[in-house]
């Protein structure tokens, strides 16, 4: 499948998949510029130029919409993050990456997180709750990825 994709900043570029699964919220498939798995959200692919009869039809899950509506309840739409399990100065730094990006910095797992960043000595308690909660854990090369490119982590 060929696609033009709209990232966080703006920038929209030609990408080629392969061996894609599309559950209708996210396109997962194997990425021809470097072979790797990559996950896009739906909504930010602008045009199909090839092999996107199959697609279905964009839809949000159900977990998303509930956060939707109850950050909707809230001052702010934006993404909410939580950082666990890094040194103090390096999750500082990360945290205020994630607030310049229009991201909301949380302190405890809740239903409306989007996503929990884990360093290396992120407690296992915390991250089963979160994905008991059906929170998405990303490490910090994750988090990275995201802010520079949009894509969603797998």
């Known amino acids: 499948m060929k696609f033009d994709y709209g990232d966080a900043q703006g920038n929209v570029s030609t990408r080629e998949v392969s061996q894609w699964k599309d559950d209708g919220w996210l396109l ?39 956060r939707s509506i109850t950050a909707s309840k809230k001052r702010s739409d934006s993404l909410e993050i939580l950082f666990t399990g890094f040194a103090k100065a390096r999750r500082a730094e990360l945290e205020a990456a994630a607030a310049e990006s229009g991201m909301r910095v949380c302190q405890t797992v809740t239903m409306g997180l989007s996503f929990v960043c884990g360093g290396p000595t992120a407690g296992p308690t915390k991250l089963r709750n979160a994905q008991a909660k059906g929170v998405p854990v990303l490490d910090e090369a994750d988090f990275l990825k995201l802010l520079e490119t949009g894509e969603m982590p797998e």
């Open 28 to 66: 997962t498939g194997i990425c021809s510029s470097d072979n790797r798995r990559k996950t896009f959200r739906r909504d930010r692919i602008q045009v199909t130029h090839e092999g996107g009869d199959g697609l279905k039809p964009i839809s949000m899950p159900q977990h998303l919409v509930d």
